[in-house]
């Protein structure tokens, strides 16, 4: 190889070695931003799931002649990986008025707080869960 060729393979290492910098810092906050989005969506996923299946176990438990604090009480323990301060419960109809046959609705809603900032500026903070089940008393 001759010394002109390494001078060029030279000065070709060294005016990309910040090449590298330069596309990390341009490409890090999309991947930032992508990675905590995920993250952001799996704890709203999280809530969801465990609200619904709060909202049937609450359900089941009234049916079967279970009280409005059976009731509270059963969905709380199925949420206990939720805030119990944000959870909300709702049973229709109250507990005096339930006839065998009818329709008994248990309606849990639940708000998730984000933690991402710019995630948090573009859906509601925080993301509102609602979750209702509806069972035939027995």
Given at each position: ?138
């Amino acid at each position: 190889m001759s010394s002109k060729n390494r001078l060029s393979l030279f000065a070709l290492v060294r005016g990309t070695r910040g090449q590298a910098l330069v596309e990390l810092a341009l490409i890090l906050p999309v991947l930032l931003l992508l990675v905590f989005g995920i993250i952001e969506f799996g704890r709203v996923f999280h809530g969801y799931l465990v609200v619904t299946q709060a909202a049937r176990e609450g359900a089941r438990v009234g049916v079967v002649g279970g009280t409005d604090e059976e009731i509270g009480a059963t969905v709380e323990g199925v949420a206990a990986s939720l805030d119990a301060s944000r959870l909300e419960i709702n049973i229709d109809p109250p507990e005096g008025m339930r006839v065998r046959g009818d329709a008994l609705c248990v309606e849990v809603n639940y708000s998730v707080p984000l933690v991402v900032p710019l995630i948090a500026e573009l859906v509601p903070n925080p993301f509102p869960l609602r979750a209702a089940a509806t069972m035939r008393v027995e």
